[in-house]
């Protein structure tokens, strides 16, 4: 849309003032009930879909309905001095007692059902079972499900073992503690601290307390709309739940930008900032993931009806309220401070390099709770915290399931690798076999474990078919890794491996023969690794490993339409300014939370994603109004109207929420701090073209 119609459609809404606010209040009331009936269109697993876990996932929910991409509850009892917790009475108290709790359809698995001496802490009182819930699927319902079932557990497993220590826990129940332990006093006076202080900083800003509501409705508005047409979206293609999180708070920085636009303006910086941020992030929306492609379509949403709204409803308001502009301040006033935020944009973003993406690590989910009881219990007796994300590999039918365990307890980093017996271990003869690793999968290590694992499994199938060599062996599919063409242990040949059937061969013998389970045609399909330790690996890989791509792409349209609207180097620096703010967003992160007092290990995946758009949306949209000859204060303004809204709703225990409204704030006011010195505004009134001298960078 050029400016022209944009005016002309300005025009149109001054001259139909009461259909506008018909229109926009019926948006708001009916469009605000619509978007809450329709959250449940989207994707509510927060999980990275497409990959290979995530497939692997998908298979072991429809099949066995629990686990999976769900971390399972941890029972942990801790007898008396001298028992022997190894002996099969014992141990079988145990497993009953697990058992009776969990409830039906629930799988368990414990000391007593594999003689794994993984199960048992080196205390030697120390024992463990893992529970996955009958009720546990990865969206909201399934979620709270199992939060909900620690207690019925803990409960049930203490009356039927009073003399000994119960606890249990789990990544789930530790969130929950989270939670509900809810803002203490001091958390409280911050909220109400901030919330008040967003109006006041409102107020101060446009000079009345009616000015100071006109961009909360604005982003009201905007938000409904925007979440409207994104659940419009789900109904076609898989869409975040996240969005959910994007929206308001982008909506609200937008407003302000937009309503502390002198009136000739408004509508050219608002059809140029919302050109240009709806490029970027369509073309995140073209990208196969689905967490680029949902915070993309959210990103494109919250644009182009910010834009609307700008255009009609923002001058019907104007028209009613008084409105006296802030004071510009001189450029030496700002110089110091933006050279100052510019430099740790660059630092910040040195540091994004370091960002490690995934659930924040166990110790750091809760301080004190029943959750963090079994926690702390598990570490007393020396169980390491990998435990409680165990990976789950689904055998198909024709595949031995106790050796793949066996290949699976080999690999560094494993704990324990077990095959249940049980029933519920069992369906349409495929079997779940459970992996426990040492580390959780968010370090460094536990990545490393999830790798190898993939890898030792992978040709496990009927067929035995796969790549890689086995132990000694050289070739592609050789010894224990399945059939294929190599030489097995000390021998030459085509595929020699344990427990296969054909002819050939022992150690220092050629032959043919089949790898793991027996030689068919493969109809059971492969080995699958899956449980709630892949996720983590998925969205590294599967969406993580697109964003070298995506993110200059997204630059690159940014700057594509931004030179439609002012001068190359201006659209230039718009375009850089916007990918620096993005990336030093994650930088911020790290610092904060990787190598801050909070040392959560790691940064929950999709946070990073979620507040890199934002931040690069705002800083675009900071950049078109300042060029457009906004006033110097409106960056600052509306940064910190984010992160004040932000740190209102989000200041309390719960980790993940205050990871988000963190980066939230840090990016609105880094790029605040920082704009300055990337676009050059154009100078002087701007109610006419001949106002800006057509030296400067201007929207045109």
Known sequence: MSTERAAAVTSFALRHRAAVVVVWSLVLLLGGAAAVAGLGRLDQSFTASGGPGHRANQAIQERYGNGAAVA???????????????????????????????????????????????????????????????????????????????????????SALPEARVEVTGVLPLQHDSAVAGPGAWALAAKAACALGLIALLVLAFRSPVGALAPLLLAAVTSVA??????????????????????????????????????????RSAVAGGAVGAAACAVLALFPAAFLRSVGIAGLA????????????????????????????????????AALGLTLLVLLTGAATQLRVGNPEARALVANGP???????????????????????????GVDAKAV???????????????????GWHRAGSAVVVVVPEEEPMTAAGATTVTALRSALAGAGPDGAGT??????????????????????????????????????GPGGTGTAAGLGTAGTGAGGPVLVGGSGVVDRDLVDGVYGLLPYAVPAAALAAFGVLVAFTAAGAAARAAAGALLAATASAGALTVLWQWGPADTGAVTGWVPLVVGVFAFCVSVDRAVASTAGGPPWAGPVAAGAGALAVLAVGIGPQVELALLVSGFAMAATLDALAGRRLTVPGSGPTSGPAAVPRSSPQLV
């Open 302 to 337: 919250v644009c182009a009806v910010g834009t609307v709204a700008a255009l009609t409803l923002a001058p019907v308001l104007r028209s009613k309220t008084p409105r006296i502009d802030a004071p510009r301040p001189g450029r030496r006033s700002r110089a110091v401070p």
């Open 468 to 505: 890689g060599a086995g132990p000694d062996g050289a070739g592609t599919g050789a010894g224990p890794d399945g059939a294929g063409t190599g030489a097995g242990p000390d021998g030459a040949g085509t595929g020699a491996g344990p427990g296969g059937t054909g002819a050939g061969a």
């Open 371 to 397: 959750a963090r009881d079994g926690l702390d219990l598990l570490a007393a007796a020396g169980v390491p915290t990998g435990t409680l994300n165990p990976l789950e590999v689904l055998v198909p039918e």
């Open 72 to 158: 399972p509850l941890v029972a942990v009892v801790t007898w008396p001095a001298g028992t022997d917790v190894r002996a099969p009475a014992t141990a079988a108290r145990v497993a009953s007692a697990v058992g009776r709790a969990a409830g039906p359809g629930a799988r368990t698995v414990s000391y007593a059902g594999t003689g794994d001496e993984g199960f048992v802490g080196a205390d030697g009182r120390t024992v463990y079972a893992l529970v996955y819930p009958g009720a546990g699927k990865p969206d909201l319902a399934g979620l709270t499900a199992v939060e909900e079932a620690a207690g019925t557990l803990r409960t049930g497993v203490r």
């Open 226 to 267: 925007a979440l409207v047409l994104v659940e419009a979206v789900a109904g076609f293609t898989e869409i975040s739940f996240v969005v959910v999180y994007l929206v308001p708070v982008t909506a609200l920085v937008l407003a302000v930008h937009r309503w502390a636009q002198p009136p000739g303006t408004t509508a």
């Open 405 to 423: 365990a066996a290949r699976a307890a080999r690999v560094p980093g494993v704990l324990l690798a077990a095959a249940p017996a049980d029933a």
